[in-house]
């Protein structure tokens, strides 16, 4: 499975931005579908994940109200609509997928098989 992800930019304060990532090399039903973030110095961090069932609702608590995740089967792609963004957004956004991992280990990045490039977000205050 090959991942693109595209979306990034620079924005202020309180704009929206949506993340795509398009998959390609394989079918795309059956794989679960994620989003990590990685700033400067610090790990790698959960953001949110649609499972293998399409299931889009695990979001981290970071980013719950302000981050939705979604995906279209037919385009292959997953999305990340991120709204009222915040300083401490600003990181690589990268997108990830894997055919075979559990609900429980969706937040957890080293249980992914397959990334994307990343993509730069960045916040200004």
């Known amino acids: 499975v090959q991942l693109q992800a595209s979306g990034g930019g620079l924005v202020q304060a309180g704009a929206s931005l949506r993340l795509s990532c398009a998959a390609s090399?394989?079918?795309?039903?059956?794989?679960?579908m994620g989003w990590f973030r990685q700033a400067p110095g610090r790990e790698r961090e959960f953001v949110a994940a649609c499972s293998r069932t399409n299931t889009c609702t695990y979001v981290a608590i970071s980013v719950k109200g302000r981050f939705t995740i979604s995906r279209d089967n037919a385009k292959n792609t997953v999305y990340l609509q991120m709204n009222s963004l915040k300083p401490e957004d600003t990181a690589v956004y990268y997108c990830?997928?894997?055919?075979?991992?559990?609900?429980?280990?969706?937040?957890?990045?080293?249980?992914?098989?397959?990334w994307g490039q990343g993509t730069l977000v960045t916040v200004s205050s």
């Open positions: 990830a997928a894997d055919n075979s991992i559990i609900t429980s280990s969706l937040s957890s990045y080293v249980h992914w098989d397959y």
């Open positions: 090399g394989r079918t795309f039903r059956g794989y679960a």
